[in-house]
């Protein structure tokens, strides 16, 4: 079974750019429909970016603008270009097929924007 690992967050000012990476092989990569989701504390896990096994893009409109999902099916990988980052955007951020059904989630990586 698929378990993503996410990578590339931290702590960055209002304003700042983060890249998130997320590795996941073993499940057809290059195939599925991949997803950035988000979750902060008390709130429910949401789907802020997505992107096509033919890399048709698409996204919430909370980060519309500013952040840029990418993928590289060589690399069974998936990246997140998060620009003009705002307190909002802190979160634990994770990968996945849009699903359902899911893979096992991974650990997420944490993103903190301090003001």
């Known amino acids: 079974q698929v378990r993503p690992v996410e990578s590339g967050g931290g702590l960055v000012q209002a304003g700042g750019s983060l890249r998130l990476s997320c590795a996941a092989s073993g499940g057809g990569f290059s195939f599925k429909t991949m997803g950035w989701y988000r979750q902060a504390p008390g709130n429910q896990r949401d789907l802020v970016a997505r992107?096509?096994?033919?890399?048709?893009?698409n996204y919430a409109d909370s980060v519309k603008g500013r952040f840029t999902i990418s993928r590289d099916n060589a690399k069974d990988t998936v990246y997140l270009q998060m620009n003009s980052l705002n307190g909002e955007d802190t979160a634990v951020y994770y990968c996945n097929r849009v699903g359902p059904p899911y893979w096992n989630w991974g650990q997420g990586t944490q993103v903190t924007v301090s003001s």
């Open positions: 992107i096509s096994s033919g890399g048709i893009t």
